[in-house]
C-alpha cells in the first residue's frame, strides 16, 4: 500500500504558518471545511463557555478572525465583559487542528459591523430578528417567532454584531502516522514568533 505523500508544509515553519491562514481563510469561504465552524470559548460568570459560531473572515495581514453574533446573547455579553477567546476547529480529512487565543472586540454600531451586515445573506439576517432573545426560557420548543427575509433587514440589525478576535497566539497540529507535527506562534507587539513544539 502506497502512503500520500507527506505535505510541503510538513517540515516547514513558514509553510505550517501560511497553511494554517490559508485553511482559516478557506474556512471561512467554504461551508464544507473543516474551518468553518469552529468552537469559541469565553469566560462567562461562572467559569468558561464553549459553543460553535460560523467563521466569517480570516486576515493573515492583520491576524484576525472575524464571526457574528446576536448582541442580547450570552456569548456578546462575555466578550464586552472579559475579552480573552479561544477557537478551535478540526478536519478530519486533512487530519489538522487550528487553533486560536486571542481578545474579541464586539462592533455593533460601527464600519465593521454595517460593512457585515451589508455581506450577510437574507436568510442569515432572519436570525438576528428572532424574539425573544437567544437564551430566553420558553414554554414550548417552537414558542418563538422569526421575521420574514423582508421584515429581518429592519428588526435584525438592531440586534446583529460582528466580532473581531485579534490572534495573540497559533497552534497547529498535524496528524500523521509517520510522525505529527505541530507548531505555534505568538505574537507580541507586531511580528509573529513561532517554533515547531512537541505534539
Known sequence: ?????????????????AELWRLLAEGAAQGR???HLPALATLGPDGPRLRTVVLREADAESGTLRFHCDRRSD??????ANP??????????????IRIEGRATLHTDDAVAEAAWAGSRAMSRVCY???????TALPAGGAYTLPDENA???????????????AARLDFLYLDR???????????????TGGWIAP
Do not use: N
Not at 500500500?1 to 504558518?17: G, V
Not at 429581518?152 to 466580532?163: D, I, K, N, T
Not at 509517520?178 to 509573529?192: E, F, L, P, S, V
Open 178 to 192: 509517520r510522525g505529527h507535527r505541530r507548531a505555534a506562534w505568538t505574537r507580541g507587539q507586531g511580528d509573529w
Open 84 to 97: 480573552a477567546c479561544a477557537l478551535a476547529a478540526y478536519d478530519e480529512a486533512s487530519k489538522i487542528q
Open 129 to 135: 430578528g428572532a424574539d425573544p432573545a437567544p437564551g
Open 75 to 80: 456569548k456578546a455579553a462575555e466578550i464586552l
Open 33 to 35: 471545511s473543516g474551518f
Open 1 to 17: 500500500m502506497t502512503r500520500a505523500p507527506l505535505p510541503d508544509f510538513y517540515d516547514d515553519l513558514d509553510a505550517t504558518f
Open 152 to 166: 429581518a433587514a429592519s428588526l435584525g440589525r438592531p440586534h446583529f454584531a460582528a466580532v473581531r478576535v485579534r
